[in-house]
């Protein structure tokens, strides 16, 4: 029972039990969310939920390495492609993301119609433990 990101808590309890997970840079996926800033937060408020609840699980994974090092790349190519009208675009999504996870990973201390309001999958927490 989990609000989302059932892949990763799969990858991590495969490479708990010996299993590696390898990148393979010719494979391609087409995956995509035309998200509002709303929607944005909301999505990762239920990330940071998730890292909250698997904390154990995925103890020694470092998210948070990875998502500033893909803010600093994505601003580093706005820059680089002079791209400057989508700066605040990128500054206000990355902060919608950071927040969302930083409420969500503290959502225990939050009152329940509040963390309902926050999440995006409301429904969920009609029957969490």
Do not use: C
Not at 38 to 58: C, H, N, P, S, W
Request: net charge positive; charged share 25%.
């Amino acid at each position: 029972h989990t609000i989302m990101n059932e892949d990763m808590l799969f990858a991590a309890r495969l490479r708990r039990a010996g299993y590696r997970i390898e990148y393979v840079p010719e494979a391609r996926v087409l995956h995509s969310h035309d998200y509002s800033l709303i929607q944005t937060f909301k999505r990762y408020f239920d990330i940071g939920v998730v890292f909250a609840q698997a904390r154990e699980e995925l103890a020694g994974l470092d998210a948070t390495g990875e998502g500033i090092r893909y803010v600093r790349g994505l601003f580093t190519t706005l820059l680089r492609d002079r791209q400057y009208a989508w700066m605040a675009a990128a500054a206000a999504e990355s902060a919608a993301k950071w927040v969302g996870i930083f409420l969500g990973k503290r959502y225990r201390s939050l009152p329940l119609p509040i963390v309902k309001r926050l999440s995006m999958h409301r429904r969920y927490w009609d029957r969490a433990t």
